[in-house]
């Protein structure tokens, strides 16, 4: 439960971005604001402030003001307001941690189920697409495919999503995490094929499709319950990876990943700006972990899945 | 490649290239020697350490065009003619290398008669003669040098090797081994010729190098230096040349690191943090914004600021949606503050606004800024109003526009505020922001179709052809090819025309012809606003402090051979 409600209230202040950042902090998290200023206790004070130290090199983003009202965070080096960014980018990063979990869940319980219950060619055939995508480091692999389709977007006949479409990282990341929750859920449907439940269905006449649908898939579903939040963390942390190495989420759109891009080079002066998306990352993915443990708990106790996150 | 492309030209030679004339001409004090380094053989010694976030690409001196090699070249490779090495306005002249003197010039400035040095040997211990200068200048063309088709172009037989490169005769270098002498006959007069020679692409190399790209293996030179090993993953080593001996400080000195190493693969804040801490000599990379403000007040002693003759520009092309109308691409000039751009590359003591394609000091340069309210001589500021007004009558409102820069933190912020500029003047702008190994090559092909980019160009030599001829001429632009350096596919046959006369007034009259560039400068960017240039930077080197005698040259910067470590 505290996972959950963890959860609930980061969903729910990203979900309240755009009234915060037109209400309260009365910022465009996307617009640069080079030359723009704000104040601070009574003073106006550039956003990008020229050092005047030593040689005079360099110009800074303010600080944290710690004042909800503006610049919480403190700017980046854009001089937008990190804080209004960081809970923008929370949408991006659960929107699409929550999509490819989605999308990979489905497209790898069909896949698992028609593999596990037909068998022989088809098993084989699918088990050896699971094995060569399983093969490839994971991140390489989506880091490949980022970079081949961010620079043209993918066109498939009438399908074409453009370079810097939020669909292009779902993708993705679904697709190269089909093998990690397909073949348990292979092996899961092989074993329920051979219960006699289902040999009574078989022996009854009933369709395969039937059987599939009413007998195998209630079976099969807590399994993929519990994977589901295990993999919006997992996605979540995969799409941050590719934002963080500009292969992911393209700005000005923003994610916590491109967030702590941003804040890299801020680092030594100005820390907050990649360490407030850090903390996001970490507090929700332990949040899904704990979420997604409790499922198994009260779906699944004895499941024997395949690791945990 | 990090567009740190260098060129150098000789202006004092081409003012003294008269046509016609048969007389040796030299653009160096006839004291150029005693203005030389002095060496200082109790420095002698040690290992350089330089650091670089990412290997530079080819190690052949005839293909690569980075500042990054450029540097190691200069101490490895030596071509007939070289860049005066001293620091200093000196460091653009021209004076003779592996050749005994400057050419003797005749023939209508046409034909280049060199006299090859005796004695000298590469460093495989082969000796150099004058069949290795005439294979060296044909392979320019074999192995597809990045300027083969500008640069050398005017060499008599360049035509059929540029056309059938594998077969390249150039009948107009003609050599004979009794007298050591070469002469090099050229179809018109160039002003630019022993600028041209002088860099490394003018290198050169035994006639048994490859007719091809070397790739990661060295090829033997000349200079004090050779390269020993070459691993684009971790290193690049330098060991000294065993078979050196000065001929000519001026054009070759002796080095001080008995090693000279570039190590890849750290990131530019580990580079400073190393140092920092005396673990290494140099950051090659541009220093990170963030730590300018510490640097600049901690280690002002070990940061040296060069003014630069370069420029960040944002090149349009011309020839697609929605830049190919000139509306749009004069709201673009309209709506780009320059000084906010200053500001992210690190503030006003770092770079300065530009409005022309002719960096301020530099030949032809005309101070002008044409898309601002009101137009006038010094930048202003933008006008968003106006531009927005533009971007409406134009009829591009709402097109969607990408903009490719770098990944680097520097570019990748300068794009994202132009994005976002873009977006409000009624576009619908992202950024793709690429790797520095990929994208200057990616937003030269037109196949890649990019609307707008983020570049920057360092100028070879001092003459105003090398910004506007190599950049904006019909002969750069190669559709469909990696290296059509001219980014905006902007061709105006009547201004290439005027390109031509501007490049024959520099031979007999350098004021009308840079008079007459500075015209083509604002027929190009006043006239059609082709690019969006933003500002010319100043170069910042950070050593550490157990790292003396920092020299910086105009043509290679930062002098690394004659760095001590001891």
């Known amino acids: ?309 | 490649m990090k567009k740190f492309r260098l060129m150098r030209i000789v202006g004092a030679f081409a003012a003294t290239l008269l046509v016609g004339s048969s007389a040796v001409t030299s653009s160096v004090p006839a004291s150029a020697d005693s203005s030389s380094f002095t060496y200082q053989p109790s420095h002698a010694g040690g290992t350089l350490k330089l650091l670089a976030s990412t290997a530079g690409g080819t190690l052949d001196p005839q293909v690569n065009y980075t500042l990054q090699y450029w540097q190691l070249f200069q101490a490895s490779y030596d071509g007939l003619l070289s860049f005066h090495k001293v620091s200093g306005q000196s460091s653009f002249d021209v004076v003779p290398d592996l050749a005994t003197a400057l050419p003797i010039v005749s023939n209508g400035g046409k034909t280049y008669t060199f006299t090859l040095r005796k004695g000298i040997k590469f460093s495989n211990g082969a000796p150099v003669t004058v069949n290795d200068v005439k294979a060296s200048l044909e392979r320019l063309f074999k192995v597809s040098n990045p300027n083969a088709g500008s640069w050398y172009a005017g060499i008599v037989g360049a035509t059929a090797c540029l056309a059938t490169p594998a077969t390249c005769t150039l009948s107009g270098v003609v050599v004979d081994p009794s007298t050591n002498k070469v002469v090099i006959n050229l179809t018109t007069p160039d002003a630019e010729f022993a600028d041209q020679l002088a860099t490394p692409f003018g290198s050169v190399l035994p006639a048994t190098a490859p007719s091809k790209d070397s790739g990661t293996t060295p090829i033997p030179g000349t200079g004090a230096y050779y390269f020993k090993s070459y691993n684009p993953n971790t290193k690049l080593v330098m060991l000294r040349n065993p078979n050196f001996k000065v001929w000519s400080a001026a054009a070759q000195p002796q080095g001080y690191p008995d090693e000279i190493d570039q190590v890849f693969s750290n990131t530019p804040e580990s580079e400073v943090t190393m140092v920092e801490n005396n673990q290494a000599n140099f950051v090659f990379d541009p220093l990170p914004s963030d730590r300018l403000s510490q640097l600049s007040s901690k280690y002002a002693n070990q940061l040296h600021v060069n003014t630069l003759t370069a420029i960040w520009y944002m090149p349009m092309n011309v020839n697609i949606a929605p830049f190919n109308n000139k509306l749009a691409r004069e709201a673009v000039n309209y709506a780009i503050d320059k000084n906010a751009a200053v500001k992210i590359f690190g503030g006003s003591k770092l770079a300065s606004p530009v409005c022309t394609i002719l960096p301020p000091g530099f030949p032809g340069h005309v101070d002008s800024c044409p898309f601002q309210t009101p137009a006038g001589s010094t930048y202003s500021g933008p006008d968003l109003a106006k531009a927005k007004a533009l971007v409406k009558q134009s009829g591009t409102s709402g097109a969607a526009v990408a903009i490719v820069a770098t990944n680097d933190t520097v570019n990748a912020a300068v794009a994202q505020y132009a994005a976002s500029v873009l977006n409000q003047i009624g576009y619908k702008a992202t950024v793709k922001l690429l790797s520095a190994n990929i994208q200057f090559n990616y937003i030269q092909n037109t196949k890649n179709k990019v609307q707008i980019s983020l570049t920057q160009w360092y100028q070879d030599y001092p003459q105003a052809s090398d910004f506007l001829k190599i950049l904006l001429s019909c002969s750069q632009f190669h559709p469909g090819s990696d290296n059509s350096i001219n980014i905006s596919g902007f061709c105006n046959k009547s201004i290439d025309a005027e390109m031509a006369t501007a490049s024959t007034d520099m031979i007999s009259n350098p004021t009308a012809g840079n008079a007459l560039w500075s015209k083509i400068d604002q027929a190009i960017q006043g006239g059609n606003a082709v690019w969006a240039p933003l500002f010319t930077p100043k170069q910042i080197d950070f050593v550490s402090s157990g790292t003396g005698n920092y020299q910086f040259s105009k043509e290679f910067y930062m002098y690394v051979d004659q760095l001590w470590v001891k």
């Open chain 1, 1 to 309: 439960m505290a996972g959950l409600g963890v959860l609930i209230f980061i969903v729910t202040i990203c979900l309240l971005a755009p009234i915060y950042a037109h209400n309260i902090a009365h910022t465009n998290p996307f617009a640069s604001n080079i030359q723009g200023s704000t104040f601070i206790n009574g003073k106006r004070v550039m956003l990008l402030q020229q050092n005047t130290q030593g040689l005079g090199f360099g110009v800074t983003p303010i600080g944290p003001t710690w004042n909800f009202s503006h610049y919480f965070l403190g700017a980046d080096d854009q001089g937008r307001d990190v804080f209004a960014r960081l809970l923008y980018g929370g949408r991006s990063s659960l929107l699409i941690g929550t999509a490819s979990a989605l999308l990979c869940c489905i497209v790898a319980s069909i896949l698992g189920l028609i593999a596990g219950y037909f068998g022989g060619p088809i098993d084989w055939l699918l088990s050896r697409v699971f094995d060569i995508i399983w093969a490839f480091p994971i991140y390489l692999l989506a880091i490949s495919l980022s970079v081949v389709l961010l620079t043209s977007g993918l066109n498939i006949g009438p399908l074409h999503i453009g370079a810097g479409s939020l669909f292009l990282p779902i993708l993705i990341i679904a697709a190269v995490f089909i093998p990690y929750v397909a073949r348990p859920l292979r092996g899961l449907t092989m074993s329920l094929r051979e219960r006699e439940f289902i040999q009574a269905a078989i022996g009854s006449g009933s369709s395969d499709l039937r059987i599939l649908w009413k007998e195998i898939l209630p079976n099969a579903a807590p399994s993929v319950i519990v994977f589901f939040p295990l993999m919006v963390a997992f996605n979540m942390l995969t799409e941050s990876a590719l934002s963080f190495l500009s292969i992911g989420v393209q700005p000005p759109a923003a994610s916590w990943g491109t967030i702590i891009n941003d804040g890299l080079g801020l680092l030594y002066t100005r820390p907050w700006v990649a360490l407030a998306p850090g903390i996001m990352i970490a507090i929700t993915a332990v949040s899904l972990n704990i979420l997604g443990d409790g499922a198994r708990d009260a779906f699944d106790p004895k499941a024997k899945l395949r690791g945990s996150i």
